[in-house]
């Protein structure tokens, strides 16, 4: 306890920021789709394939709309997460324009 106390500026820090998440759920949501995809793959050939998997898997994931969010979320629908990153800047990826993602459409919230 008192190794917490004396830590409790860093431990807690997050607190201090502003909408700064406060909990794993984020993560955990995450882990549940990637086991849920996984369990349909029985294996893969080597390294190489699982990473190209799973970095195809990340692409999709960060480009594909959401659709289920509700209540002060709901304004995030019909947006990828990726607009939520990505500077307005930034020069669109050739790869993602090979694979048919042409573009995003950022939203005035994702400042």
């Known amino acids: 306890m008192t190794t917490i106390k004396a830590r409790y500026d860093d431990l807690f820090n997050y607190l201090k920021v502003k909408d700064c998440p406060n ?9 549940s789709h990637l086991n849920g995809r996984l369990k349909t793959i029985k294996g893969f050939q080597d390294i190489a394939s699982a990473r190209r998997w799973l970095n195809a898997w990340m692409i999709r994931r960060r480009t594909k709309t959401l659709t289920d969010c509700e209540g002060k979320f709901k304004y995030l629908n019909k947006h990828c997460s990726l607009e939520f990153t990505i500077k307005k800047q930034a020069i669109w990826p050739e790869q993602l324009t090979k694979l048919g993602i042409n573009k995003v459409n950022f939203s005035e919230k994702s400042d």
């Open 23 to 31: 909990n794993t759920n984020l993560i955990e949501l995450y882990n």
